[in-house]
């Protein structure tokens, strides 16, 4: 896609810190990290979202992800990491090129899990819990 930042950065249009490629699969430290090593792995070809990613794509994507998440977590002596993707523009996904990404954590940071950006766990009827189960079962 000739106007996205992402390709362009696939592309060496746009200079960016390179960690990891192969043929499908590229990885670079985010430019405004939230954590030293804060890192984007992204598909080469350009897909939106992870619904847009064909299988064999998202296939070598998180065999990427797999091999980087250590890699990154050593860079920087890190205790865990946060490993996300915000996944379309209701999720606050800012650059339209899926990207994920791995995000070094420490003990102490203060920064919370997942359930952080939702104000804590959450509470659902059963039979509600069941239904959805189903739909996403039958799809
Ligand atoms: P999103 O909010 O879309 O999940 O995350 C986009 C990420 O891309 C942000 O963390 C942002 O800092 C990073 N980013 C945006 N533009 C550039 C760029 O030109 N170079 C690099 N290395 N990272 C970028
Ligand atoms: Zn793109």
Same mark, same amino acid.
């Given at each position: 896609?000739?106007?996205? +930042?992402?390709?362009?950065?696939?592309?060496? /249009?746009? %200079?960016?810190?390179?960690?990891? @490629?192969?043929?499908?699969? !590229?990885? !670079?430290?985010?430019? *405004?990290?939230?954590?030293? #090593?804060?890192?984007?792995? +992204?598909?080469?070809?350009?897909? /939106?979202?992870?619904?847009?990613? %064909?299988?064999?794509?998202?296939?070598?994507? !998180?065999?990427?992800?797999?091999?980087?998440?250590?890699?990154? /977590?050593?860079?920087?002596?890190?205790?865990?990491?946060?490993?996300? !993707? *915000? *996944? #379309?523009?209701?999720?606050?996904? @800012?650059? %339209?090129?899926?990207?994920?990404?791995?995000?070094?954590?420490?003990?102490?940071? #203060? *920064?919370? %899990?997942?359930?952080?950006?939702? #104000?804590?766990?959450?509470?659902? @009827?059963?039979?509600?819990?069941?239904?959805?189960?189903?739909?996403?079962?039958?799809?």
């Amino acid at each position: 896609m000739d106007d996205c +930042i992402f390709c362009k950065i696939v592309a060496g /249009e746009i %200079p960016s810190r390179t960690v990891y @490629e192969d043929d499908d699969v !590229f990885a !670079f430290l985010d430019v *405004n990290p939230l954590a030293e #090593g804060h890192t984007l792995v +992204i598909p080469k070809g350009h897909h /939106e979202t992870i619904e847009d990613l %064909p299988a064999d794509v998202a296939t070598s994507l !998180f065999a990427a992800v797999h091999e980087l998440t250590p890699a990154v /977590e050593d860079a920087v002596d890190a205790d865990g990491s946060t490993v996300a !993707f *915000n *996944n #379309g523009e209701a999720a606050g996904q @800012e650059v %339209p090129h899926v990207h994920c990404h791995i995000v070094p954590r420490f003990e102490g940071d #203060g *920064n919370g %899990p997942i359930h952080a950006l939702f #104000g804590g766990p959450g509470e659902m @009827e059963d039979d509600q819990l069941d239904a959805v189960a189903e739909r996403i079962k039958q799809y």
